[in-house]
């Protein structure tokens, strides 16, 4: 099995709030991969004493451990059980209430030697590859579909739509949210290989326009992932006087990648 994880911050002198990691059984029978993009707050008060990197090493730890221990769960119990216990660590000092407690977006993928079982919360993106070489990518798009009026950047939504209904959805303090993700399951003889981005890198599809999903996952198997971000950051740096592509939002955001070729 080909695995490569690689996860960059957006600038050297701040913490990357991107969680990843993979985990594969001794058996070798299945697996799991973990992939967060944590939600940068303003500048101002959120209710919370912690990090946004506190938030999704929390709860992308408890992400990776219920999906690989617990494979009577179902994905979307495993979110609810992993936010219901990242919650619980600091609800005694931090207002979990606030429009603005950490969140994050989510994407966990779990395989065994019969299924590939998929969940996608907000905009991060899972690309799965078939055995012939077709590319399909699984979005939880309601971001997408929120009025720019909405919107404080090209990449960042006003508390007002977060979520609510109307809006879209992260995980943050409340476990009825794993209801909202989009979830799925695929005969693992129609997966060949899984590709899990946040949207530092879904910029090259999504904001840059350099090819399509297909084309970013050939890129992705030919050079690697971290060569792959190191395009995305090419891109990031031309475009920072221009501003043609990234017109309000961040020149460079934290980028994280995870592949698992079966």
Same mark, same amino acid.
């Given at each position: 099995?080909?695995?490569?994880l690689?996860?960059?911050?957006?600038?050297?002198?701040?913490?990357?709030?991107?969680?990843a990691?993979?985990?594969?059984?001794?058996?070798?029978?299945?697996?799991?991969?973990?992939?967060?993009?944590?939600?940068?707050?303003?500048?101002?008060?959120?209710?919370?004493?912690?990090?946004?990197?506190?938030?999704?090493?929390?709860?992308?730890?408890?992400?990776?451990?219920?999906?690989?221990?617990r494979r009577?769960?179902?994905?979307?119990?495993?979110?609810?059980?992993?936010?219901?216990r +990242? %919650?619980? $660590?600091?609800?005694?000092?931090?207002?979990?209430?606030?429009?603005? @407690?950490?969140?994050? &977006?989510? #994407?966990? *993928?779990?395989?065994?030697?019969?299924?590939?079982?998929?969940?996608?919360?907000?905009?991060?993106?899972?690309?799965?590859?078939?055995?012939?070489?077709?590319?399909?990518?699984?979005?939880?798009?309601?971001?997408?579909?929120?009025?720019?009026?909405?919107?404080?950047?090209?990449?960042?939504?006003?508390?007002?739509v977060?979520?609510?209904?109307?809006g879209?959805? +992260? %995980?943050? $303090?409340?476990?009825?949210?794993?209801?909202?993700?989009?979830?799925? @399951?695929?005969?693992? &003889?129609? #997966?060949? *290989?899984?590709?899990?981005?946040?949207?530092?890198?879904?910029?090259?599809?999504?904001?840059?326009?350099?090819?399509?999903?297909?084309?970013?996952?050939a890129?992705?198997?030919?050079?690697?992932?971290?060569?792959?971000?190191?395009?995305?950051?090419?891109?990031?740096?031309?475009d920072?006087?221009?501003?043609?592509?990234l017109?309000?939002?961040?020149?460079?955001?934290? %980028?994280?990648?995870?592949y698992?070729?079966?």
């Amino acid at each position: 099995m080909r695995i490569e994880l690689t996860t960059e911050p957006g600038a050297p002198d701040r913490p990357n709030e991107d969680y990843a990691s993979i985990s594969v059984p001794a058996c070798g029978q299945g697996g799991s991969l973990v992939v967060l993009d944590g939600v940068t707050p303003p500048p101002t008060e959120d209710g919370c004493l912690h990090s946004v990197p506190w938030f999704t090493a929390r709860l992308g730890s408890a992400l990776a451990e219920l999906s690989a221990s617990r494979r009577d769960m179902t994905l979307r119990s495993i979110l609810a059980a992993a936010i219901t216990r +990242t %919650a619980d $660590a600091h609800r005694p000092t931090c207002d979990l209430s606030h429009p603005r @407690t950490p969140q994050a &977006t989510v #994407v966990l *993928a779990r395989w065994d030697a019969e299924r590939v079982e998929h969940l996608v919360l907000s905009d991060s993106a899972l690309l799965v590859e078939a055995p012939d070489g077709a590319v399909s990518v699984l979005l939880d798009d309601r971001l997408d579909r929120v009025p720019r009026a909405s919107l404080v950047s090209d990449e960042v939504a006003d508390a007002t739509v977060r979520n609510k209904e109307g809006g879209f959805f +992260t %995980a943050a $303090a409340d476990p009825t949210v794993a209801t909202r993700a989009v979830t799925g @399951t695929l005969p693992r &003889t129609q #997966v060949r *290989a899984l590709a899990a981005l946040t949207d530092g890198v879904t910029r090259w599809v999504e904001k840059f326009h350099e090819g399509d999903w297909a084309e970013l996952f050939a890129l992705i198997r030919k050079e690697g992932a971290e060569a792959v971000v190191a395009r995305v950051r090419a891109l990031e740096d031309a475009d920072a006087q221009a501003r043609t592509y990234l017109r309000h939002g961040k020149t460079h955001d934290d %980028a994280t990648l995870v592949y698992a070729e079966f």
